[in-house]
């Protein structure tokens, strides 16, 4: 009877307050929200004013660069941080020990492949560059991009680490500290040394940022009796290949994908100029999703042990009760945003203002992008990382179909037009998939109780 009056109460907001499920979604999400709008405000200064530093190609270039460096690096990272989340979510207050050997084996696989994979890149950065990106001079931004690489793969482990102990407070500190690094150092590298200064500022503020994260974290698992040791950690290697390795191939087919959309403009007549419309354009599509990337961060370890315990009816109504709240958050400023889309292309300069439809496009994109990412996160507490994946090679064929299609036509355009069409797309598919998927299980357990 209290877990019906707690979900009534959730549900039709009679007793709002009373659920311990909200409170422990606003607390998180507050803090997440209250870093990442803090952090994302001091990117979006810093990217405008780089952008107005280095012009459209080179700015263009950047963001090349940086789609490629996402591309190493998601390898490297192999999906872990998620992994991290849902199993440190699932087993940190239960069993210590356990939680401890997953935060090990994360770490331990992490740091491998990560230093593998920035070591193979500086090896590979000339031929990369000749090669497959069609300009040999970007092959020193490449190198130095490494250690970007490197320290961004590091800091996502260790964020969703933390994430799986529920510590957004810490994670929205560091967001700021990276924040405020970042807009000093890429700006000042920036006019010293071009793109490649500003690949070498975000690499600096990402490497302090994850020392100081190192230090907090060691205090943060001591406080919990978490023991971090790698004796018997791969004990649990099986959630490598159970979730890590879906959560992999699921990323594995939404960056690189976007990376060759993102290269068959820059072979278009527009180029890398085409390209900086993009990027620049692309700088106000995260801002409009940041929500609901914190809100599926900070759900995830509550619908996890909803899940867990058997609370498939409430795992329902909570998921879909966040994409409602979602819409009714990210909905006001999308709109507002393409009201002043001439005006915010202008920012970057004169060169960028014939962009704003790239604009606009992207914008009334992210409410379906932010859609599935909510849905993502529940199917990933409802341990169906495989169902993701499926969703991201759908999403993945609809953007290049109509990328390549259109790019000979529409420049950058194409690419803008098939960023919308495929979100729109997959936003429904993985909701459906969250109803069936929930319904049967819920059905399951009835069975299973006569």
Known sequence: MKNHSLINGFITGGRFRESPIVRRLVHGSSWSIFGAVTSRLLVLVSMILVARLLGKASFGEFGLIQATLGVVGLM?????????TRFVAQYAAIDPKRAGRVIALVMSVSIATVFLAGGTLVAASDFIARKVLEASYLSSALMWGSLLMIATALRGIQSGVLAGLEKFDLIAKLNI????????????????????????????????????????????????GIDFTYDGCWADWRILTSYSLPSLLGSLVATPVLWLAMLLVTRSEGGFAGLGIYNAAYQWHGPMVFIPMIIMSVSIPVLVQEWETGNKTRFRKVTFWICGLMLALSL???????????????????????????????????????????????????????????????????????????????????????????????????????????????????????
């Open 76 to 84: 490297a990272g192999l999906g872990l941080g998620s992994t991290a």
């Open 177 to 224: 500290l990276d924040g405020v690094l970042s807009f000093v150092t890429m700006l000042l590298l920036a006019q010293l040394m071009g793109v490649e200064g500003a690949l070498l500022g975000l690499a600096f503020s990402s490497t302090v940022v994850w020392l100081v994260g190192r230090n907090l974290l060691a205090v943060e698992l001591l406080s919990r």
């Open 332 to 450: 006001p400023p999308t709109m507002i945003a393409a009201f002043l889309s001439h005006w915010i292309m202008n920012l970057y300069g004169p060169e960028f203002s014939d962009g704003w439809l790239v604009l606009v496009l992207l914008l009334v994109a992210a409410p379906f992008h932010s859609l599935a990412k909510i849905a993502f996160g529940a199917l990933y507490g409802m341990n169906c990382a495989w169902w993701v994946f499926g969703c991201n090679l759908i999403w993945g064929a609809s953007l290049i179909i109509f990328t390549e299609r259109l790019v000979s036509q529409l420049g950058v355009m194409a690419l803008a037009i098939g960023f919308l069409a495929s979100h729109a797309i997959i936003s429904f598919l993985s909701l459906i998939l969250v109803f069936i998927g929930s319904k049967n299980k819920l059905k399951d357990s009835k069975q299973n109780t006569v």
